[in-house]
Every structure is written in structure tokens, then in C-alpha cells.
């Protein structure tokens, strides 16, 4: 299993971006986003399971983020808005072949190669 992380970039404070993580190799359950800022833990971000119904975001982006899913392109997505300077980081897209949204970074086999964003103040 692969998973391709894009739509990164530089924006300013209060745009938004929009990040797509494509699956190859296998249909998987529970997706994931993950974010890592320079000299920080890499946290939990949101996550959706299998038919897109269940998902759940950190207490920092909920309200302003937006995951989904598209199967039939085995792609989930990431839709940030208003965004602010601290959502800087690395963002990881991350999967499981299990059920059940987890936030704890362990718990997700497969990991993409990260997309970076930077929001400018």
C-alpha cells in the first residue's frame, strides 16, 4: 500500500487549501491526517472511516476543516480554511485496514510522504 499526500503550499492567513491523499495497492478503512510543526510531536488532525459517515478532527481545526472521502478514486481529502499561521506543519496522510478512528499516531500502518504548508500571517 501507497499513499501519495499533495496540495500543499504557501498561503496567507485566513485562505485555504485544499490536501488530497491517494491510496494505491488496497482499499483502506479508516484514513487519516496527520500534521508535524518544526521541533513538535506530530498530531492528530482529523480522520473519516470507511464510508465517509464517521469522522472525527482535533479540537484545533474543528470547524475550519473539512475531511472526505472519495472511494471510487481510493482518495480522502483535507479542506482547510481560515487558516492561521500555527496550522504550519508538515501534513501526513495516514490509513489503517481496520475500523475505528483513532488519533493516536501507533495505531496507522501506512504512512504517506507528507505535503508541506505554510500560512503566512
Known amino acids: 500500500v501507497q499513499l501519495q499526500a499533495s496540495g500543499g503550499g504557501l498561503v496567507q492567513a485566513g485562505g485555504s487549501l485544499r490536501l488530497s491523499c491517494v491510496a494505491s495497492?488496497?482499499?483502506?478503512?479508516?484514513m487519516a491526517w496527520f500534521r508535524q510543526a518544526p521541533g513538535k510531536e506530530r498530531e492528530f488532525v482529523g480522520g473519516?472511516?470507511?464510508?465517509?459517515?464517521?469522522?472525527n478532527y482535533s479540537d484545533s481545526v474543528k470547524g475550519r476543516f473539512t475531511i472526505s472521502r472519495e472511494n471510487s478514486k481510493n482518495t480522502v481529502y483535507l479542506q482547510m480554511n481560515s487558516l492561521k499561521p500555527e496550522d504550519t506543519a508538515v501534513y501526513y496522510c495516514a490509513a489503517k485496514p481496520v475500523t475505528g478512528i483513532t488519533t493516536t499516531r501507533a495505531d496507522y500502518y501506512y504512512w504517506g510522504q507528507g505535503t508541506q504548508v505554510t500560512v503566512s500571517s
Open positions: 473519516i472511516n470507511l464510508s465517509g459517515v464517521r469522522k
Open positions: 495497492g488496497s482499499r483502506l478503512s479508516t
